[in-house]
């Protein structure tokens, strides 16, 4: 059951699970990066990268998104 799910996650684009929980208002949705594996020698589900960032409440989603195109 475990690799299933570990299947499953992995194929998930990241970007529109994000997307859907900030639409149903869960802003609060970054995992803190103090997290770590229970056993570092199994993968928990794909790739990952880090990045930063912060809520501009001035601007509309459609923006915001454009401007990562800039």
Do not use: F, H
């Not at 499953?8 to 997307?19: F, H, K, M």
């Not at 199994?42 to 790739?47: D, N």
């Amino acid at each position: 059951m475990q690799n299933n799910l570990i299947d499953r996650l992995e194929n998930c684009y990241t970007g529109a699970i994000y997307d859907v929980l900030r639409e149903r208002g869960n802003i609060n949705t970054i995992l803190p990066n103090k997290i770590k594996s229970i056993n570092p020698s199994k993968k928990l589900a794909g790739r990952i990268w880090t990045c930063s960032g912060e809520i501009d409440e001035t601007i509309d989603k459609d923006t915001s998104m454009l401007s990562w195109t800039e």
